[in-house]
Nanobody, 124 residues
Framework: QVQLTESGGERVQTGGSLRLSCAAS????????LGWFRQVPGKEREFVAA????????VYADSIKGRFTMSRDNAKNMVYLQMNSLKPEDTAVYYC?????????????????WGQGTQVTVSS
């Protein structure tokens, strides 16, 4: 089992920055790939970014590429999402996810563990 707890979501103005954090726990968490998805009510969940178990391979959605940076610190069992140049369309609940596959993937069904989510609101 892997437990995930997100934090850092808040309201910010267009063009601002936020850093989301996710605390991961569980005996095998360091062998899991970790990722971020987001969802707006009434819409499908959207892939944001994911990194391999080692943190050496990271993939990003085209919609956030160049603005968001994902990183993980296996020594601290933490994963981060640095979000810059935020836009109103980035408003969503952001979920931290983990997959036992170990490799990053944009397919939500590959992730068997999900956090409770943290709300990010970007105002214009």
């Amino acid at each position: 089992q892997v437990q995930l707890t997100e934090s850092g979501g808040e309201r910010v103005q267009t063009g601002g920055s936020l850093r989301l954090s996710c605390a991961a726990s569980g005996r095998t968490v360091n062998s899991h790939s970790l990722g971020w998805f987001r969802q707006v009510p009434g819409k499908e969940r959207e892939f944001v970014a994911a990194t391999s178990w080692s943190g050496t391979r990271t993939v990003y959605a085209d919609s956030i590429k160049g603005r968001f940076t994902m990183s993980r610190d296996n020594a601290k069992n933490m994963v981060y999402l640095q979000m810059n140049s935020l836009k109103p369309e980035d408003t969503a609940v952001y979920y931290c996810v983990a997959s036992g596959v170990g490799l990053p993937t944009s397919i939500w069904s590959e992730y068997e563990f999900w956090g409770q989510g943290t709300q990010v609101t970007v105002s214009s």
